[in-house]
């Protein structure tokens, strides 16, 4: 059965090709708290040793949940992901403080600036995993993006103590995980005794 780990580590795949991500991609266990400084450089370091000491522009996915429907092909669970492209604002594409504007002190690089940066690579990445689906033959062994349901791409801005602005990115995809039953043995199941009456005694409520 495949799950998270083969989500974890076909996106990181896919985005270690990206010329602007650059592999820094995680999956966000606390739902996007490691977005500050320290903690986010610690994260990294960690689940992405070989990647430079840049912490942006970077690709980060919420936790996926996923649909249990026995009434669809119950090989497959329809995953709903949650990503965030984000980037410093006001910085450019490789992190310099962007010009300021000589008349109003302030950067040049302004927050439309920064969703559009960050829109070009939650849309080139989509691109890539359907190139990638296309090419490993996926969408019949094991990861189907959804093509019923379009993807959503909302502005984000300032998140977190490094402030970074961007896009949010969501998407549906199928996964392959079979429909073996692993935690069980279905022989043992036929011989359970199960009571049809409630164990709790009727009694004046």
């Not at 795949?13 to 602007?20: P, Q």
């Not at 996915?61 to 329809?78: A, F, H, I």
């Not at 403080?97 to 950067?107: E, L, M, Y």
């Not at 969703?115 to 490993?136: G, P, S, T, Y």
């Amino acid at each position: 059965m495949i799950g998270y780990p083969f989500i974890e580590s076909f996106f990181s795949a896919i985005l270690s090709k990206s010329e602007a991500i650059q592999g820094r991609f995680f999956f966000a266990p606390k739902y996007g708290h490691e977005i500050n400084t320290d903690e986010l450089g610690r994260v990294l370091d960690e689940s992405k040793p070989l990647v430079s000491k840049q912490k942006y522009p970077l690709a980060m996915c919420m936790p996926p949940v996923y649909v249990m429907d026995s009434s669809v092909e119950e090989n497959w669970k329809n995953f709903i992901f949650r990503m965030f492209f984000l980037k410093p604002t006001f910085y450019t594409s490789d992190n310099q403080v962007a010009n300021p504007n000589q008349f109003t002190g302030t950067s040049q690089h302004s927050l439309m600036f920064d969703w559009h940066d960050m829109a070009r690579c939650a849309e080139n990445f989509l691109r890539a995993v359907k190139i990638v689906q296309k090419q490993q033959l996926l969408h019949n062994t094991s990861f189907r993006l959804n093509t019923q349901r379009k993807a959503i791409v909302t502005p984000v801005s300032n998140i977190g103590v490094d402030r970074a602005s961007g896009v949010r990115l969501d998407f549906e995809a199928a996964l392959f995980t079979g429909c073996e039953l692993e935690d069980y043995i279905e022989a043992d199941l036929s011989n359970l005794v199960i009571d049809v009456i409630d164990s709790h005694p009727q009694h004046l409520m």
